[in-house]
């Protein structure tokens, strides 16, 4: 299987700051990979695919990017709105993969 | 609008046999791949199974292989888990959820549409 760690596993951040989780693959996976979020109690939802794609609805001060190995989920000018759990998840391999999960709090 | 409802769920005792189901709508089910992921309470989310637009492939967690089958009715725009031999460790809600690409069968994409979810407890 493929394994994906995902940091940090939490942070705190002010409104306003840019906030920054990254997902490392343990092989390449060529952009295979999407970030969700969760709030309490809720499905999870997707925020981007294909590495950098942002789904429709979702706000512009989400990005993703990376490539290889390596990928990143940028928020910025981080709202009260954005407190959740975000998700890394590979699906190159048939036997996909999350990461363990970054829990964002708001200051 | 896309919707998936989980239903099945409920407490069962180590050992015994549960069928989850995962009934569609809003989407042409026949032509897409579907999955099913779980979260352990309190826990992150682990993938377990999907299935391809025409049931020809499917695939299933290395460490759920034998205890968990994934299967579809198209005429009933139904999907189904079915866990045999169920553990503590199996408690978790589990959601469907729709892969983003049509007629998915060798390979797979992310996930655009989940369900609510159905909560497993195994438990004596």
């Known amino acids: 299987d493929i394994q994906m760690t995902q940091s940090p596993s939490s942070l705190s951040a002010s409104v306003g700051d840019r906030v920054t989780i990254t997902c490392r693959a343990s092989?390449?996976?060529?952009?295979?990979l999407a970030w969700y979020q969760q709030k309490p109690g809720k499905a999870p939802k997707l925020l981007v695919y294909?590495?950098?794609r942002l789904e429709s609805g979702v706000p512009s001060r989400f990005s993703g990017s990376g490539s290889g190995a390596d990928y990143t989920l940028t928020i910025n000018n981080l709202q009260p709105e954005d407190s959740a759990t975000y998700y890394c998840?590979?699906?190159?391999?048939?036997?996909?993969?999350f990461g363990q999960g970054t829990k964002v709090e708001i200051k | 609008q896309v919707q998936l409802v989980e239903s099945g769920g409920g407490v069962v005792q180590p050992g015994r046999s549960l069928r989850l189901s995962c009934v569609a709508s809003?989407?042409?089910?026949?032509?897409?791949?579907m999955h099913w992921v779980r979260q352990a309470p309190g826990k992150g989310l682990e993938w377990v199974a999907v299935?391809?637009?025409?049931?020809?492939?499917?695939f299933v967690a290395d460490s759920l292989k034998g205890r968990f089958t994934i299967s579809r009715d198209d005429s009933k725009n139904t999907l189904y888990l079915q866990m045999n031999s169920l553990r503590s460790e199996d408690t978790a809600t589990y959601f469907c959820?729709?892969?983003?690409?049509?007629?998915?069968?060798?390979?797979?994409?992310?996930?655009?549409?989940w369900g609510q979810g159905a909560l497993v407890t195994v438990s004596s």
């Open positions: 959820a729709k892969d983003f690409r049509v007629y998915s069968s060798g390979s797979f994409q992310n996930f655009d549409h």
């Open positions: 092989r390449v996976i060529a952009n295979s």
């Open positions: 299935i391809a637009y025409d049931g020809g492939n499917k």
């Open positions: 809003g989407f042409t089910f026949s032509s897409y791949a």
């Open positions: 294909v590495a950098s």
């Open positions: 998840h590979q699906y190159y391999s048939p036997l996909q993969t």
